[in-house]
């Protein structure tokens, strides 16, 4: 269709108006491109190195700069640490020529420098022409004159990186040309992107103050396992080699005892006992905590353990004015693949507590099976437990309500003996009508075991 | 014509930074417009290569005015903002007027 000069200046005007509007959205276009790109690096880099080295990098190519610097602000010692610089490669070869690690230079006494104070007291931001303003000190004047040369650096600026937390850092950008000479997308993209800079930095930061923190968590943990297990075998010779001489006493190697006499050393040796069971848990904790608590798996029978194990705890209910009655069943039991000086150990606490939280009464030890397990329980008439001491009772250094005024113990008798149980393929539990009803506690072995008689590192276990 | 203090490279770069920003606003248009400007050889559009014939900076004034006659001077001052950063690298007068 045939249009006349009229028509042609109209389509013109169209034209070019449209072409303006285009230019508002392409500056939008633009400076969300970069941000998103900020984001993303915001997202993905966990350590602020990292994220310091892909914010600065991207920054300078997007908006073509000859460097972009960030430094975090140590406040305690009132100092901008380098994090990182990126450059153009005639500002990176300007450097390497005058021999100048911007990487290292820390900017110190911040807050009373003429620049930064503006910057970070002040949070404002601000411009220079002169590296002098920012390095003086710190870099000969005449070599940062050559630097801003060589590395066609002709204006710095310095924006202060904020957070809810005050000031965290500097951004600092250096170009080969002025503010006026900035393109509105420059402009628009240097005002956005600080704010998300400053978000993604002081995320980086905390984490890397977590990160930190949580190393130190577990080199203090450690240390405390191992000086627990250190001391704990120190703890245990004593009452051991005493356990061996009261044993060879009580036998009459020694001779005959007056029943005065022996009735003493009895009860020395039920205390001795009591201590060395409660050395052995702390060690077992240590271990479990380690993961160094090892399993000797055997076929042996849990009847005999367990009798042997009644007979020996028997003089300690009495001196507690009570019995022990054991409940073997009268058929056989198979014998279970088991580690026993550990199984031996989870019904020596069960029994302990239930004398130490029983003032009266009978303790009542039950042997019951089936085709499928063996159970093993616990019963006594003693001070029983509301729920909320049931569902913690077998957490690291739990111990019974009130039971500071009822009995001694550290309270790991009975994590020690859940993971036992546990890596045993079996099942522990507690049961109680309620306060002053009485307790009991079982657990359950599985018969057919598919636990090879080997040993197990322990690698982790539950609290 | 020689070019002894500035090279060339700086012209190639400038040109094609001026047909990529065009190509913001205009789309692939830009690159066709660019090929119409004489002394300015397209050899990759995908790389953003190209080669000069002549006096760049009177490629790069064709250049200008190749938009700027469709476009009106709003497209002028897009380029110009564009190539701030590489036309102070050059000597002002090897700067076509338009850019400066």
Known sequence: MPTNGADKQHLQEINEEIYKRNIELAVVNKTLSLLRKLYQISLLALDPATLADKVSDTIRVDLNMEMVGVFYYEENIDTLVPFKFAKSERFAEALTKLNIKLDDLKLTKVTKHPVFQQVVADRAAKQTDALADIWSGVVDEKHLAALAKEGHLQSMFMFPLLTQHGVIGMLVLGLNRTYESLNQFEKDSINSFTDVVAVALDKALVY???????????????????????????????PATIKWYLGAVLAGDFGKLSEELEAALVRTNVTNEAQISTIDDLLN??????????????PASIVTMVGAL??????????????????????????????SEKIRQVVNNMIDNAIKYSKQGDIEVKLEHDAESVTVKVIDTGKGMDKETQDAIFKKYSRGKDSATHATGLGLGMYVAKVIVEQHNGRI?????????????????????EIMATTVDLAQASE | MEMTATPTSIFDQISVRIIKEQELLIGPLAWTEAKKVIGLQI????????????DPKEVLSRLVGQYSR?????????????????IVEIPKEQVPEVLQ
């Open chain 1, 208 to 238: 890397e103050k977590l990160k930190i923190a949580n190393e130190q968590l577990k080199a203090l943990d450690k240390a405390r396992a191992e000086f627990i297990s250190i001391a704990s075998h120190q703890l245990r010779t004593p």
């Open chain 1, 310 to 339: 009644v007979e020996q705890l028997e003089p300690l209910a009495q001196m507690h004015k009570q019995h022990i009655i054991y409940r073997a069943p009268t058929e056989s039991v198979p014998d279970i693949m088991m580690d």
């Open chain 1, 429 to 449: 539990w507690a049961e109680s009508s309620g306060v002053g009803k009485g307790s009991t506690f079982a657990f359950s072995l599985p018969i057919k075991s």
């Open chain 2, 43 to 54: 050899i990759d559009q995908q790389k953003g290569q190209v080669r000069f014939e002549g």
């Open chain 2, 70 to 86: 469709l476009f009106g001077r709003a497209s002028t001052e897009v380029c110009r903002q564009a190539v701030q950063d590489l």
């Open chain 1, 285 to 298: 904790a240590s271990r479990i905590e380690r993961g160094k608590l090892e399993f000797f798996f055997e």
